[in-house]
């Protein structure tokens, strides 16, 4: 998502080094009220950056907390509007702002999400977390492909498929992710480690 705004209502009697003071204040100003309205109130910081059509240029970053770990994430860039780009788009003599906005990044914080990468993952271990309309914590799962194991065995009469879901609980864990009724049983391991 990008935004941008000009300042016709600066005179030009105003320097440009002071205009451009001026417009990053009311860019930093706009830009915190955006990001405290979508994850409310979080520490934010702000980090020089260079982006080839602003200057100054800037970065926003939020402390974001997932599982118990804090990291720094940056949410946005901006900056003030390069002078010949906003004349080759036919705007002279006014200056202004510009940003873009990484929604991949608003998602991980509003999903829990703890790497980028994921959303371009097309494992359904990942997709199948999330449906429209509905927010949804992610649940972590392991970065390695399951393992199927296919077993068959005599059932006595009185068999009751919650006594062998206690035996697989209690022999392999976490580590059994899935059983199944395929034409015979399916234990689908998956180890995190």
Same mark, same amino acid.
């Given at each position: 998502?990008?935004?941008?705004? %000009?300042?016709?209502?600066?005179?030009?009697?105003?320097?440009?080094?002071?205009?451009?003071? #001026?417009?990053?204040?009311?860019?930093? =100003?706009?830009?915190?009220?955006? @990001?405290?309205? #979508? &994850?409310?109130? @979080?520490?934010?910081?702000?980090?020089?950056?260079?982006?080839? !059509?602003?200057?100054? =240029?800037?970065?926003?970053? #939020?402390?974001?907390?997932?599982? /118990? +770990?804090?990291? *720094?994430?940056?949410?946005? /860039?901006?900056?003030?509007?390069?002078?010949?780009?906003?004349?080759?788009? /036919?705007?002279?003599?006014?200056?202004?702002?510009?940003?873009?906005?990484?929604?991949?990044?608003?998602?991980? @914080?509003? +999903?829990?999400?703890?790497? #980028?990468?994921? %959303?371009?993952?097309?494992?359904?271990?990942?997709?199948?977390?999330?449906?429209?309309?509905?927010?949804?914590?992610?649940?972590?799962?392991?970065?390695?492909?399951?393992?199927?194991?296919?077993?068959?065995? *005599?059932? $006595?009469?009185? &068999?009751?498929?919650?006594?062998?879901?206690?035996? @697989?609980?209690?022999?392999?864990?976490?580590?059994?992710?899935?059983?199944? *009724?395929?034409?015979?049983?399916?234990?689908?391991?998956? $180890? !995190?480690?």
């Amino acid at each position: 998502m990008e935004g941008l705004r %000009f300042f016709p209502e600066l005179s030009q009697a105003v320097p440009y080094d002071d205009r451009v003071a #001026i417009v990053q204040e009311h860019l930093k =100003s706009t830009l915190e009220g955006m @990001v405290e309205s #979508i &994850f409310g109130k @979080v520490e934010m910081r702000w980090v020089d950056a260079y982006f080839p !059509f602003t200057h100054p =240029s800037l970065e926003l970053e #939020i402390f974001f907390e997932v599982r /118990g +770990f804090g990291q *720094w994430l940056e949410v946005l /860039g901006c900056g003030v509007l390069q002078r010949q780009i906003a004349e080759h788009g /036919g705007v002279v003599d006014e200056v202004g702002w510009a940003f873009g906005l990484g929604l991949e990044r608003l998602a991980m @914080v509003l +999903f829990d999400i703890p790497d #980028i990468r994921l %959303f371009w993952s097309t494992d359904a271990r990942f997709l199948s977390q999330f449906k429209d309309g509905v927010i949804t914590q992610f649940k972590p799962y392991s970065k390695y492909p399951p393992c199927y194991k296919d077993v068959s065995f *005599w059932l $006595a009469p009185d &068999f009751h498929e919650n006594n062998l879901f206690e035996v @697989v609980r209690n022999v392999a864990g976490d580590m059994v992710e899935q059983v199944s *009724w395929y034409p015979c049983w399916r234990f689908t391991y998956c $180890a !995190f480690e």
